[in-house]
């Protein structure tokens, strides 16, 4: 069984994330990509760019995938976030997140990280019923 088209996205958009791949990134996202976090909403390939440039700093955010929901062309990823001191590589803060992606045409059309499995779960309508099998 061959893997639903939004996870194969959804696996790609994180290599490219954590080996901080911006080109890689950008192409992956729709031109007027929605982004969310906790410090607000913004749209467009440009915030993408911004944002990784803030990844390469003194501290670098990683999200470790560790579980995958999935349905229709909605992907919700259960993740271990690390922000990782650049000279170092030392873990100077982690928790669990949880994130969705909104995949459209092949592309990430949205991106919202929440502060946890059960708030991206709802977020995005899905259930623990729609997780993926060895994902």
Known sequence: MSEAPALAVARSWHEAMNARDVERLVSLAHD???VAGPRGVGRGTELLRAWMG????????RLEARRFFVRDD???VDQLAEWRAAATGEVVEGHEVGSVLVVRDGRVAAFARH???????????????DEIAGG
């Open 74 to 76: 909605t992907v919700v």
């Open 54 to 61: 803030r990844q390469t700093g003194e501290v670098g955010l």
């Open 32 to 34: 007027d990509v929605e």
């Open 115 to 129: 502060p946890d499995l059960g708030a991206a779960l709802h977020a995005a309508g899905l259930d623990p019923s």
